[in-house]
């Protein structure tokens, strides 16, 4: 079984500071884990993931995770926010080895304030 | 990256009605396609994998009859909500698996 969990629903910062998103997983296997960003009526995109190799993951647009497996953790940071990066985060776990079964956390919607 | 093309992007149909949504990968076959569903602040939840040439594979509780999914060819699922009814409104995503999984843009049905 495999369970992730966002903390915060609604995250905002002000341009130009740190972004720190947090997602918890639980898995009973060495997991895959993902973060996505979704735009207003789009689809997913892929910002990074972690496949059992760095423990400090570098994504696009400025983005990094580091997984914890003492904290089971795997937050989202990014040292300086934008204003284009306002969008709805998800945090997704699956049992290592593909993308079969992912499961996503219930999102973190981050406001960026000029 | 890959692109994933999902149609229609939003579409407004009867209570009873059937309602077809396509899934198609534009530049890479993907034998397999997801189909999840995502309620109001709420996250996305795997409905069934499509697998090309194959009967798709449901997730517990979701209803066969009710989710018709057919995935033809290497670069098209589609997925019918027949009998639609109010409670089906929600948001729908397909992704195709290449080298990660890429997502479509969604389809917003709304059951009036």
């Known amino acids: 079984a495999q369970s992730v969990t966002q903390l915060g629903s609604h995250v905002s910062v002000s341009e130009g500071a740190l972004v720190l998103l947090r997602c918890n997983y639980s898995s009973s296997v060495p997991p895959y884990l993902f973060w996505y960003v979704q735009y207003p009526n789009q689809g997913l995109q892929l910002l990074l993931k972690y496949t059992s190799a760095a423990t400090l993951v570098k994504g696009i647009n400025g983005f990094e995770a580091e997984f914890k497996k003492s904290e089971t953790s795997f937050h989202l940071t990014k040292p300086s926010a934008h204003m284009s990066d306002a969008a709805e985060y998800f945090c997704a776990v699956s049992p290592s080895g593909g993308y079969q079964k992912v499961t996503f956390g219930t999102g973190t919607k981050l406001q960026v304030i000029p | 990256g890959a692109v994933v093309s999902q149609h229609p992007s939003w579409v407004i149909c009867k209570s009873g009605t059937s309602v077809k949504i396509e899934c198609r990968s534009l530049?890479?076959?993907?034998?397999?396609m997801f189909w999840y569903r995502q309620f109001p602040k709420q996250s996305l939840m795997l409905m069934a994998t499509s697998n090309e040439g194959s009967k798709a594979t449901y997730e517990q509780g979701v209803e066969k009859d009710k989710f018709l999914i057919n995935h033809a060819s290497l670069t098209l699922s589609t997925l019918t909500v027949t009998s639609a009814h109010p409670e089906d409104s929600s948001f729908y995503i397909c992704?195709?698996?290449?080298?990660?999984?890429?997502f479509g843009q969604g389809t917003r049905l709304t059951v009036v």
């Open positions: 992704s195709a698996e290449n080298t990660e999984a890429f």
């Open positions: 530049d890479f076959q993907a034998t397999t």
